[in-house]
């Protein structure tokens, strides 16, 4: 838009609804590269890919769960980040929220302390093309296969962490 319509970052934004603090977002958590070096490498090692299921689940009373897929951009092989509508899942914000500003981001988008499920192999990577709707149904039904969210969050619970 900005370019196309000559419009300004502002209008721009406006326009659509969208906060400009979001667009200009930058962490300053510390840099987990060891971490994320460890999980690429794990996911290798175990066959995840790009577009494989995920299932994120929150460590709320309420026991949220919410669905994904690994990597939604950069290289084939490396883990992506979660985005907005699957922290926004898994801290029980309506669907259309927003950030409103960077801060209100960091407070109330980033989840807070979220145990994540990945399903390797190829029958739980999406084919194109991907929608909200398909990666809901196919993690539902992954996660079916699999026993249910309450297997997992007992599963967690007696062997990860009895917090959780």
Same mark, same amino acid.
């Given at each position: 838009?900005?370019?196309?319509?000559?419009?300004?970052?502002?209008?721009?934004?406006?326009?659509?609804?969208?906060?400009?603090?979001?667009?200009?977002?930058?962490?300053?958590?510390?840099?987990?590269?060891?971490?994320?070096?460890?999980?690429?490498?794990?996911?290798?090692?175990?066959?995840?890919?790009?577009?494989?299921?995920?299932?994120?689940?929150?460590?709320?009373?309420?026991?949220?769960?919410?669905?994904?897929?690994?990597?939604?951009?950069?290289?084939?092989?490396?883990?992506?980040?979660?985005?907005?509508?699957?922290?926004?899942?898994?801290?029980?914000?309506?669907?259309?929220?927003?950030? $409103?500003?960077?801060?209100?981001?960091?407070?109330?988008?980033? &989840? %807070?302390?979220? #145990?994540?499920?990945? +399903?390797? @192999?190829? /029958?739980?990577?999406? $084919?194109?093309?991907?929608?909200?709707?398909?990666?809901?149904? &196919? %993690?539902?039904? #992954?996660?079916?296969? +699999?026993? @249910?969210? /309450?297997?997992?969050?007992?599963?967690?619970?007696?062997?990860?962490?009895?917090?959780?």
């Amino acid at each position: 838009m900005l370019l196309e319509h000559g419009m300004s970052e502002r209008r721009a934004c406006k326009a659509i609804g969208f906060c400009r603090m979001t667009i200009r977002y930058e962490t300053r958590r510390d840099d987990d590269y060891d971490l994320r070096e460890r999980m690429k490498t794990l996911a290798h090692a175990h066959n995840v890919k790009k577009r494989s299921l995920v299932i994120g689940f929150s460590r709320s009373d309420t026991k949220r769960a919410a669905h994904g897929i690994v990597g939604d951009a950069g290289p084939e092989d490396e883990l992506g980040e979660a985005n907005i509508a699957m922290n926004r899942k898994l801290n029980g914000l309506a669907e259309n929220e927003q950030p $409103k500003h960077r801060q209100d981001a960091i407070d109330r988008f980033q &989840a %807070g302390k979220t #145990a994540v499920l990945l +399903f390797s @192999g190829s /029958e739980f990577v999406l $084919k194109r093309p991907i929608s909200g709707t398909r990666i809901a149904e &196919a %993690g539902e039904s #992954a996660l079916t296969r +699999f026993g @249910g969210a /309450e297997k997992i969050y007992r599963c967690i619970h007696d062997e990860i962490d009895a917090n959780f």
